[in-house]
């Protein structure tokens, strides 16, 4: 009997298989994190084939596609769709023990289906089929949301975006939350002055506000921050190498500011200064609205510079990187702490040696008033696959509250993505269900089964202050 991807796949117990089917799996889904273009949520875009839906942008695909000798023409190139989708499925048996495998077949089975495995044989027939299920409309972006019982979704979304797309979504009739989230990390980048200077440009133009000096331009971002609580945000997200706590004084910003704004390329001590205070800032506006802070820190990102020049950012050049993170980060939250200003806070790392470093700081700036208030977020890009997902849960575990966490997101530019819940759930019920019976952990279902039902969706829809979205289902409603 083929028990590849049947009905307990990843749940190697008795006790697992029930923590998972009768209180994990019916469990709805807050994605607070992802890439998902608000345009095609808001225009309930429909995808012609597949390829569109799988293929576009996902830079997972590509860099295995490209491992396997793959030519660009086939992955963001000028090919049809129909070749591209040929190409990847010629390319996914050799992802064999890549999470790539499970999540593509997944994907195939939730959403449309199609149980084959997907390989050079079985293409034509797997595009047809499925390519014919995304021209319906149970297919449109907003049908597939709905099929995979999504409540809320958080965008990525920079400082200047006009939210015109989440205003149409809030004033529709559409019962999933889509809410943006704040980064603003060009806004704070100034690696290269001339592109700082023109995202500058452009923040003039969103806000009507002529940039001269600092303070004119912390003027201008407070308004977007503003702008952005006012449609709907609660969070904000920022995407770094690594958090920047050095010291600085208000009149060195000023100087580093002006010397920036005529194009005067900064030393390093001073791009490090500004970055610094920018966070801080950034931060304090976080704690005064009450927001949610995220920090995504470790990609070395653009490594490839001659597909970056062909190709553009985020197309699947980014790595992990070594960089050292404890000190700056202790230092950065303890200033806001300490004149208590330290806002709900997740820590994501990329680089896996830094697990217990953030598992065993966010113990530090928890302070009693909020549950789980620190958090030490999902495994996260490289590692949001079972290994990475198995030693985030027991980093947690060991140093913190694993009972508190906020639980999985996607943080993906797909709209078939979702089965990565599922695939976090199965892994989180193994762990549990494993150890209820080897007596590690008591044997009470309901006690086990309740955490699960929080990680998986209460305590996220508390953590954001989204209990409207749903209510808690009990585990009778979950079976």
Known sequence: MNKFLDE????????????????????????YHCHLPPDQIANDHQFENITQAWLYGDHYKWRAMRTNGVNESYITGNRTDREKFEKWAETVPYTLRNPLYHWTHLELQRYFGITELLNKNTAADVYEAASAQMQTPQYSVRSLLRKMNVRVVCTTDDPIDSLEHHKKLAGDDFDVKILPAFRPDKAMNVDDVSAFNQYLGQLESVTDISIHKFDDYLYALKQRHDYFAANGCSVSDHGLEQLYADDYTEAEIKTIFNKARCGMVLTHAENCQFKSAMLHQFAVWDWERGWVQQYHLGALRNNNTRLLRQLGPDTGLDSIGDFPQGKALSRFLDKLDNKDQLTKTILYNLNPADNELFAAMIGNFNDGSVPGKMQFGSGWWFLDQKDGMTKQINALSNMGLLSRFVGMLTDSRSFLSFPRHEYFRRVLCNIL????????????????GSMVQDICYNNAANYFNWQEAGTTVPAAAAS
């Open 8 to 31: 307990d796949f990843l749940l190697y117990s008795k006790t697992a298989q029930r923590l998972y089917h009768e209180y994990a799996k019916g469990m709805p889904i807050i994605d």
């Open 433 to 448: 269900g494993s150890e209820m019976e080897s007596g590690e952990l008591p044997n009470d279902l309901e006690l086990v």
